[in-house]
């Protein structure tokens, strides 16, 4: 088995309401540097780490991750739709290897997924059912959240059972680093929302689109300066890349879950789906960061980065 890692933040923004020319020309030379990496590579299969954003899960049942044996996107922010190419007998043994390495792994053989799993698939490959792919939710905006030390031991193991496997194998971690978009929270909120949060209604499609236009217009007042969300946090940002960069990942076992939402928002909790990537890739041996990209970009509402790995 080969393996090697690739974290790639997502914003549903993208194309929506971008940055300046220089900084879409920097972010679209990162991302085709990592593309162009990702070819060469040549995976046979893709574990893919990403976040939900209330599309696919719901407080009804909250896991703190859960991997597809089988999955289907909503299509939502203009992403595509339809079934993934999910490769249901490598989910089926990582699944079993997970479990039998004592993380309590729940499974969907059903799994919805939004942007958070669509984006780099696109972006990457052209498509959802371009390659073999084992989805793999990781909560990153619905608290309580588990430890980061159980993200860790999630990513691990995945990463122990792969190098099991007799295939190259293309870790991908998919979330922004510090942000703080308006997605709705339980605690505190209304009556009708709470519900909505907790049955999971599919929403009518003018109601998807004004939910999608509230976000692009908070976009456009977040990069206008002209906003409550929590500023993107450069530093905090890179002390994460450092991290992983020097393969330290067990030093982000200290984060707590307040401490996070503090330093990096709401959201920055997506950067479990990045922590899982590194720790599946670091359970095969020792790792070196090929590439770092970095930029605040708050007309995504995104600390935006892409980074990869290889074994050292
Ligand atoms: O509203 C949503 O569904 C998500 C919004 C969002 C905005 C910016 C960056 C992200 O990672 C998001 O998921
Ligand atoms: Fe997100």
Known sequence: MRAATLGLSHSPLIGKNDPATEVLAAVDAAVDAARGWVKKFDPELVVLFAPDHYNGFFYKEMPPFCLATGATAVGD???ASGPLSVDNEAAVELA?????RGIDLTVSARMVVDHGFVQPLEVIFGGIDRIPVVPVFVNGVATPLCPISRIRALGAA???????????????GSGGLSHDPPVPVLEGAPPRVADALIEGHPPTAEQRAKGEE???AAGRAYAAGDSSMIPINPAWDNEFLDHLEKNELAALDSWTVEWM???GGGSGHEVRT???AFAALAATGDYEVNSRFYHAIPEWIAGFAVATASPR
């Open 77 to 79: 922010f203009g992403s």
């Open 96 to 100: 079993r290897g997970v479990l039998d």
């Open 158 to 172: 995945i990463g122990e059972v792969a190098a099991t496997m007799d295939r190259r194998v293309l870790f991908v």
């Open 214 to 216: 509230r976000v692009v």
């Open 261 to 263: 939402g503090a330093q």
């Open 274 to 276: 990045w922590i899982a």
